[in-house]
C-alpha cells in the first residue's frame, strides 16, 4: 500500500516537497516513481528511481525536481522547486515489482497540487 502526502497550494515560484510512504520495505520493488494527472490530460511520468538508485526526469521537470528515496523509511519523495502553474495536477506514487514473472504496478491514491499564477 502507498500514500502520498505533502500536497497543497503554493505560488509560483515557491517549492514543495511530496512523500510516498510504502507499507513495505521498498527493496521489494524494481522501482517507484511519481505521476501526475492534470484535468482532461493523461497521467505523465514526472521522475523515477530505481532499486539502484537511477532516476529519470521528464523534460518538463529537470533542473527543478528531485526524486529521492530512503530505504530506512520506506518513503519516496520529491522535492520540486521553482513551481509553474502547469504543474498543477493530482500527483500519483508508484510502485513496481515482479510476481511470477509478470510486472505488477501498484499506485497510491494521489494528492493534489495546485499552483497559483
Known amino acids: 500500500q502507498l500514500v502520498e502526502s505533502g500536497g497543497g497550494l503554493v505560488q509560483a515560484g515557491g517549492s514543495l516537497r511530496l512523500s510516498c510512504a510504502a507499507s513495505v520495505s521498498i527493496f521489494s520493488f524494481n522501482a517507484m516513481g511519481w505521476y501526475r494527472q492534470a484535468p482532461g490530460k493523461q497521467r505523465e511520468l514526472v521522475a523515477a528511481?530505481?532499486?539502484?538508485?537511477?532516476?529519470n526526469y521528464a523534460d518538463s521537470v529537470k533542473g527543478r525536481f528531485t526524486i529521492s528515496r530512503d530505504n530506512a523509511a520506506n518513503t519516496v519523495s520529491l522535492q520540486m522547486n521553482t513551481l509553474e502553474p502547469d504543474d498543477t495536477a493530482v500527483y500519483y506514487c508508484?510502485?513496481?515489482?515482479?510476481?511470477?514473472?509478470?510486472?505488477?504496478?501498484?499506485w497510491g491514491p494521489g494528492t493534489q497540487v495546485t499552483v497559483s499564477s
Open positions: 528511481i530505481t532499486s539502484g538508485g537511477s532516476t
Open positions: 508508484d510502485a513496481r515489482y515482479y510476481s511470477h514473472g509478470t510486472e505488477v504496478v501498484d
